[in-house]
């Protein structure tokens, strides 16, 4: 029998407690979501690997600061959310145009059609304060609950709630033309 791996919990004891592998194997777990959670929020992938970067280089340093009180998993959720937040922040300052990402699925039948979708999706996304946009993404793209998703944003799980309806609504009404041309 196999032995059990170590709980995130654990590794982070033991990052804290001087193993040189053990935040390497956390963040070997979490990166990919945490990566989905920020290219999804930011719409850029260089953007998103950074952003993903410095959340796990804050986590690692700030160790000492866990609590315990959420599981590390949430806790890297959300060191991941305000390096996104402070990314779009930082964007507001100093606009550039975005470029978009060309590569289409292998298998769609009409690459030209999935593109505009995916484009006038992201834009639609863009479009939301940064609240709405952040809720949307953890709850509808990455399927986190609501109690986890409030968890990660440090708010109530009404406001998660709230936000994710208004960010709804609002994506329905921008994105009303993609049902039309269906």
Known sequence: MLPAAPTDEELLAAHRA???EAFG???????????????RTLHHHEDAADAVQEALISAM??????????PVRTWLYR???NACIDRIRVERRRPTVPLFDTDTPAG???PATE??????????LTALPEE???????????GWSVAEAA????????TVKSRCARGRLRLAALLGHLREEQ
Do not use: K, N
């Not at 593109?115 to 639609?124: N, P, S, Y």
């Not at 709405?132 to 990455?142: P, Y």
């Not at 968890?151 to 009404?158: D, L, R």
């Open 108 to 110: 769609r039948s009409d």
């Open 18 to 20: 001087g193993d040189p």
């Open 25 to 39: 194997l956390i963040a070997c777990r979490h990166a990919e979501g945490m990566w989905g959670v920020a290219v």
């Open 151 to 158: 968890e990660i944003m440090a708010v109530p799980i009404g």
């Open 79 to 81: 060191i991941v959310v």
């Open 61 to 70: 340093r700030r160790a000492s600061t866990y609590r315990g009180e959420a």
């Open 115 to 124: 593109l505009a979708t995916r484009m006038a999706v992201g834009d639609a």
């Open 132 to 142: 709405q946009r952040m809720a949307v993404v953890l709850v509808d793209v990455q």
